[in-house]
């Protein structure tokens, strides 16, 4: 037998069909495995390979809309892709039930971070670079001409020692963009002047993900004779579990994030990068806490609140590229990036609603197993429409597991 090896040479340069035949063998795929490569649904494998490297097919998401959202009192249709059953349905009850979204944002400001090394006088450095930041700021202004037409551009300089550096922040408005692009060529564009005038040198030039001058907030409330008392009650239990605790407030900001990176990846968005930024907010100059934050107000009802940092584009990147994401986008009918991370926060809100209200009454896997039961069933061989009969059966039976959908598709009684 050859020996496999996955230092295969040139692998970038070949064709599509070169790379899938090369999977092929080395994975020992089926011929129906290899054919399932081939498919690159909407996308298309011309587009596919000019947005990533070594590309040798595509994959798809199912994409579902999250209705019953009001956001400042228009209503919205909410692109969700991703693959978990019960999002969805949960964030269009959650909104069903709230009075609607209000929401609000910062302006879209990223840091660029420039490190400095082998300063000799940290303190007197500070000084100069403050000195200097008209200069450094003008030099920066001239990356992005188009970025400054449109009211953008960098805006302030920052620095401070840490452990032995020299860290300076770049502040750039990016307007519409999520704005790595155009903060890193300003970082080095800079990085030599800073050099000339601390006498130090320049190691990293990055942007960075903790956008805490990019937040976007969404509040609601859920009245008490729609939700009822008692769900009230369970639900602010819930919160004060995650507020007094890491490992809950952990599962508790996952939730949240279900329905932002679902709209992130819908529209095409760097939801990685969504997802370091709001993990670290909630841990920023604190324990890490819950993004939100649920009371009662003077009437008793539900008022839930969110705030976390969202550094997202209504331009450039894979949001232009991808024919579906623009499609999403234009769904959502956003005017801009700040009003896409305003709708992105209410969604984060609805489905930390909806998965606290599960939890702290009837349980979270009630809902969502019935939901999973259709996975399960499919998990098992069942084909069209004996997918829902079966997965109706494996929820009536309070049963939902490969074992038992097999049993059902073989015809036989459920084991006494």
């Known amino acids: 037998?050859?020996?496999?090896?996955?230092?295969?040479?040139?692998?970038?340069?070949?064709?599509?069909?070169?790379?899938?035949?090369?999977?092929?063998?080395?994975?020992?795929?089926?011929?129906?495995?290899?054919?399932?490569?081939?498919?690159?649904?909407?996308?298309?494998?011309?587009?596919?390979?000019?947005?990533?490297?070594n590309v040798v097919a595509g994959f798809?998401?199912?994409?579902?809309?999250?209705?019953?959202?009001?956001?400042?009192?228009?209503?919205?249709?909410?692109?969700?892709?991703?693959?978990?059953?019960?999002?969805?349905?949960?964030?269009s009850n959650a909104a069903k039930l709230s009075e609607g979204f209000e929401t609000s944002s910062s302006e879209p400001i990223m840091i660029g971070q420039i490190q400095?090394?082998?300063?000799?006088?940290?303190?007197?450095?500070?000084?100069a670079i403050k000195k200097k930041e008209k200069e450094l700021i003008e030099k920066a202004m001239a990356v992005d001409s188009t970025l400054v037409k449109f009211g953008g551009g960098p805006r302030k300089i920052e620095a401070r020692a840490i452990k032995g550096m020299l860290i300076v922040h770049l502040l750039v408005d990016v307007r519409d963009a999520m704005g790595a692009n155009a903060v890193n060529t300003m970082c080095e564009r800079i990085s030599p002047v800073l050099e000339e005038i601390t006498g130090g040198k320049a190691?990293?030039?990055?942007?960075?993900?903790?956008?805490?001058?990019?937040?976007?907030?969404?509040?609601?409330?859920?009245?008490?004779?729609?939700?009822?008392?008692?769900?009230?009650?369970?639900?602010?239990?819930?919160?004060?579990?995650?507020?007094?605790?890491?490992?809950?407030?952990?599962?508790?900001n996952k939730g949240i994030m279900n329905g932002v990176d679902a709209v992130a990846i819908a529209t095409g968005n760097d939801f990685r990068a969504v997802e370091a930024g709001a993990h670290s907010f909630a841990a920023y100059k604190k324990k890490y806490s819950p993004l939100t934050k649920f009371y009662k107000n003077k009437s008793g009802d539900l008022v839930g609140e969110i705030e976390l940092p969202l550094a997202v584009g209504t331009v450039g990147g894979a949001t232009k590229t991808h024919p579906t994401a623009k499609i999403a986008v234009k769904i959502l009918g956003?005017?801009?990036?700040?009003?896409?991370?305003?709708?992105?926060?209410?969604?984060?809100?609805?489905?930390?609603?909806?998965?606290?209200?599960?939890?702290?009454?009837?349980?979270?896997?009630?809902?969502?197993?019935?939901l999973h039961a259709k996975n399960i069933a499919i998990q098992a061989g069942a084909e069209g429409t004996r997918v829902e009969e079966i997965a109706k059966q494996l929820a009536e039976e309070k049963n939902i597991n490969v074992g038992r959908a097999k049993e059902i598709i073989e015809g036989k009684k459920t084991k006494s």
Do not use: C
């Open 1 to 53: 037998m050859q020996r496999k090896d996955s230092r295969i040479s040139g692998f970038y340069e070949k064709a599509i069909e070169e790379r899938q035949e090369i999977v092929k063998e080395f994975a020992g795929l089926s011929e129906e495995e290899a054919a399932q490569l081939k498919n690159f649904g909407a996308l298309g494998k011309e587009r596919a390979q000019q947005m990533i490297e």
């Open 334 to 370: 956003v005017k801009g990036a700040q009003e896409l991370a305003e709708i992105m926060a209410a969604v984060g809100l609805a489905n930390n609603f909806a998965a606290m209200r599960a939890l702290a009454t009837e349980g979270i896997q009630r809902g969502h197993m019935k």
């Open 203 to 252: 190691r990293l030039r990055i942007l960075s993900n903790l956008a805490v001058h990019r937040t976007a907030k969404a509040k609601a409330v859920w009245k008490k004779e729609k939700i009822g008392g008692e769900a009230i009650e369970a639900i602010l239990d819930a919160y004060k579990f995650a507020a007094a605790d890491q490992f809950r407030a952990t599962t508790h």
């Open 60 to 91: 798809e998401l199912p994409m579902g809309i999250a209705t019953n959202f009001y956001i400042n009192g228009e209503p919205k249709l909410i692109p969700m892709v991703l693959e978990e059953p019960s999002v969805v349905a949960a964030a």
């Open 116 to 127: 400095m090394v082998k300063v000799k006088n940290a303190g007197k450095a500070v000084k």
